[in-house]
């Protein structure tokens, strides 16, 4: 339908009528998103579980919706059939949006909502006497999306103009949430309610069969298709040097491939059905023929690039993704062998369902991936002797790499919330059960990569306890992000007295009119912080009484507070590289 100023509300409370259900989502999602923005302490993880759901009951209840205008139930059914579907919303809700995690937690969402998309355009055609109808209403839904998606950015960059208008004319502080309120509120609420009203019914789709938009034609034959063989030619030229080599493909090689396929597939599914007969463009033909027949040597390419890595590396939910996509390809390949046998239905259903089954279940992505590095985990601990009996034990002679790789694989747990699997590994509990604490508690550095074996940061614990400083005549503050040699900073006052931070001698010293009154040194101090530390890189949690260093001497008493440093390590001693104090000073 088309939207006008003259019948805007008339097409907004049709929208409403029609699709309730979906609407109240989109809702949703912009209120939990906002509510996000703006409690991030207190409702976080409660708007971000609300947001999820929000975004899949939206897609959802358009495919119900959709589903009971096809076989046309009576209004007291398909309201049945949608509360079933508000059950399985209240569900998921419940039992699958657990924060258990950010990538699995996002991962479900997407594999749902990708699926949920797919079985769009398949609900009102799902037959293949209505190929036709089925690619032209997909279209349209695409296109309105795009639309959608246009008229948002355009409002978001002028209503922020206006905003910003009106805070430099008139003075008005506007908050910097308000920005991310109204994207959110445009993005959530206002595109999906738009592409709703813009979705046509079945008699409607039925009624203008055509072939879509000439400029679509134009941009496949003379830009898209053009570019799919191109990169088809690079990529059969690599298998045709990896067979000349006998070599494994590089690892890289499958993101090239998977980038190749979206990109043929996209192109393949947007050529009209009815548009590649006898008299169509020879270039438009061909591609149409042999697009999927030469996809089998590429899937094949990519299941052995995946295949490498998981041998050297395990599975993770990218190269499972990977694996399944492969199979996938291969599989549609040998069914579209046949021009007779190419549906685009199937296309659609096939990976519809392989979505929602990688989502769920012991095969799962994100299930395989865990039990799959809790097993490199296992067994590489095993091998080093740090496991014996499936108990921690001590070992010496751990290179470095091993503490990286050891390191990765509890951080990995950790980003899932699985070190629970871990935890009969120890025989004392660990106080804090974090990724670094578990392999500082086999007596293991924790390192994430080169670089962070050969750096020493230490920050003060966040402490909100108000501190005693009675007694102190001054206060002066000292940062330094880059140490080189010969650094020092002074702070004076009234030009008579000078407080000097010496960086590279690790000296404090206190002058008065030219004359040095004291001069302590607190390399002792930071050489004894660093042995506290062994195993630590990089720690953000040291208590204040380990960076509070108090001296008396004749003449002053001084107080150094700490509240970052930072050490490059070095073979005969650890270099201060940055620091941040406070230092106060009690003249007698």
């Not at 929602?356 to 991936?369: D, E, K, Y």
Request: charged share 20%; with cysteine; hydrophobic share 45%.
């Amino acid at each position: 339908m088309k939207v006008t100023w003259k019948n805007i509300w008339p097409v907004a409370i049709d929208t409403l009528r029609r699709f309730p259900f979906a609407a109240t989502c989109a809702v949703g999602a912009a209120i939990s998103a906002i509510a996000t923005n703006h409690y991030r302490d207190a409702l976080e993880e409660e708007m971000i579980r609300l947001l999820l759901t929000s975004m899949v009951g939206f897609l959802l209840f358009l495919v119900l919706q959709l589903f009971v205008e096809r076989i046309k139930i009576s209004p007291g059914r398909a309201l049945l059939v949608k509360l079933a579907g508000s059950l399985i919303l209240a569900n998921y809700y419940l039992f699958f949006t657990e924060i258990d995690g950010g990538v699995p937690m996002t991962l479900r969402c997407t594999q749902i909502a990708f699926a949920l998309a797919l079985f769009i355009p398949l609900t009102p055609f799902p037959m293949r006497n209505k190929l036709l109808q089925f690619w032209q209403f997909g279209l349209s839904l695409l296109l309105r999306a795009g639309y959608s998606v246009a008229i948002a950015l355009f409002l978001q960059l002028a209503l922020s103009a206006a905003l910003l208008s009106v805070e430099y004319l008139f003075g008005i502080d506007v908050s910097h949430r308000l920005y991310t309120d109204l994207w959110f509120l445009l993005t959530l609420m206002l595109v999906p309610i738009t592409f709703l009203a813009g979705i046509p019914d079945k008699e409607d789709t039925l009624s203008k069969v055509d072939s879509g938009p000439r400029w679509l034609d134009v941009t496949l034959r003379n830009a898209i298709i053009p570019t799919v063989l191109l990169y088809l030619i690079i990529l059969y030229v690599y298998i045709g040097k990896i067979i000349l080599m006998a070599s494994w493909p590089k690892g890289g090689v499958a993101g090239y491939v998977i980038g190749f396929c979206a990109l043929g597939v996209a192109s393949y599914v947007l050529i009209a059905p009815d548009s590649v007969d006898t008299e169509a463009p020879f270039l438009k033909r061909r591609f149409h023929r042999f697009f999927w027949p030469l996809l089998i040597p590429l899937s094949a390419m990519l299941f052995m690039s995946v295949w490498r890595r998981i041998d050297e590396y395990g599975v993770t939910e990218s190269r499972y993704a990977g694996v399944v996509l492969a199979i996938w390809l291969a599989t549609m390949a040998i069914c579209f062998l046949s021009p007779l046998k190419r549906n685009l239905q199937i296309l659609f259903v096939s990976l519809a369902l392989t979505s929602l089954v990688c989502a769920f279940g012991p095969w799962s992505a994100t299930n395989m991936s865990i039990q799959s590095q809790l097993g490199r985990l296992e067994k590489l601990l095993t091998e080093k002797g740090l496991l014996v009996e499936g108990k921690v034990a001590t070992a010496s002679g751990v290179s470095h790499a091993d503490e990286v790789e050891i390191s990765q694989l509890f951080r990995y747990l950790d980003q899932r919330k699985t070190l629970s699997l871990v935890e009969n590994w120890f025989e004392q509990p660990v106080e804090k059960e974090t990724a670094e604490s578990l392999v500082e508690a086999i007596g293991l550095q924790y390192s994430l990569n080169e670089y962070s074996s050969r750096w020493l940061n230490f920050y003060a614990k966040k402490d909100d306890t108000a501190h005693d400083i009675s007694g102190y005549d001054y206060m002066a503050k000292f940062s330094q992000r880059n140490c080189n040699n010969g650094t020092a900073s002074k702070k004076t006052y009234d030009n008579t007295m000078t407080i000097l931070l010496d960086y590279d001698a690790k000296e404090l010293s206190v002058e008065r009119q030219g004359e040095i009154i004291t001069k302590i040194n607190f390399a002792p101090q930071l050489e004894q912080l660093i042995k506290n530390h062994p195993n630590s890189s990089t720690r953000k949690d040291i208590p204040q009484e380990e960076l509070f260093f108090e001296y008396q001497e004749q003449g002053a008493r001084l107080l150094l507070e700490i509240q970052r440093v930072g050490f490059k390590k070095q073979a005969s001693e650890n270099l201060m590289k940055s620091i941040e104090a406070r230092v106060f000073v009690d003249l007698h």
